[in-house]
């Protein structure tokens, strides 16, 4: 599932075993990538500390509409999975987030603020040194305040830590992301795939 083993104590180091439950009580099953902070569960605390902060003071909607257009400019599948799932959990139907990570012939639900959040999202993501102010000031021009504009770019730069993390050690999306509806799940697989996934044509 990675390129990497679990840590050797596994579920016997208290703080491993903590951080577990959590995450299967989060999700239902205990993710791939658990395995990995299996190594310092001290990490895994403190980014969901920091996700928390910055998830919390944001719009969920856009956070997560944010976090996708992040996650799918880094090529990570496991995050677009996860974070297009929580869009149609919440928020959207399965066809509405196809549509917003890109399928074509698919709605599209985002007015102008979201398609603007999303491409500065994308360009913070990609190359963050070529960002420059007309794209903060579009922001501006729609009615963020600035202190949501850079709650939107800390999101980003969070996914890119948790995202950098999980590809660069091979994390494999887990296999409950491979049950989503079509063409949801093949616009949302912009890398690794989940084992196992078959496309419809």
């Known amino acids: 599932m990675s390129f990497i083993e679990p840590a050797a104590a596994g579920e016997s180091d208290p703080q491993v075993a903590a951080m577990y439950a959590d995450?299967?009580?989060?999700?239902?099953?205990?993710?791939?990538?658990?395995e990995l902070f299996s190594h310092e569960p001290a990490v895994m605390a403190a980014w969901r500390q920091l996700v928390g902060s910055i998830r919390g003071n944001l719009d969920r909607r856009r956070f997560e509409l944010v976090t996708l257009a992040a996650a799918q400019a880094r090529g990570s599948s496991y995050c677009s999975l996860a974070h297009g799932k929580f869009l149609a959990d919440l928020f959207h139907s399965p066809d509405e987030v196809a549509g917003l990570a890109g399928a074509a012939d698919e709605p599209?639900?985002?007015?102008?603020?979201?398609?603007?959040?999303?491409?500065?999202?994308?360009?913070?993501?990609?190359?963050?040194?070529?960002?420059?102010?007309?794209?903060?000031?579009?922001?501006?021009?729609?009615?963020?305040?600035?202190?949501e504009i850079f709650l939107v770019v800390a999101a980003v730069a969070a996914r890119c830590f948790f995202a950098t993390v999980l590809d660069g050690?091979?994390?494999?999306?887990?296999?409950?992301?491979?049950?989503?509806?079509?063409?949801?799940?093949?616009?949302?697989?912009?890398?690794?795939?989940?084992?196992?996934?078959?496309?419809?044509?």
């Open 23 to 34: 995450e299967r009580a989060s999700w239902g099953y205990l993710p791939n990538y658990a």
């Open 108 to 147: 599209v639900p985002a007015d102008e603020v979201d398609l603007a959040l999303m491409e500065l999202a994308r360009h913070v993501a990609q190359d963050p040194s070529t960002v420059d102010r007309s794209e903060v000031r579009r922001l501006q021009e729609l009615g963020l305040e600035d202190r």
């Open 169 to 201: 050690l091979g994390a494999e999306p887990d296999r409950q992301l491979g049950a989503l509806p079509q063409p949801m799940q093949a616009a949302l697989t912009v890398g690794r795939p989940v084992a196992g996934a078959r496309f419809e044509e």
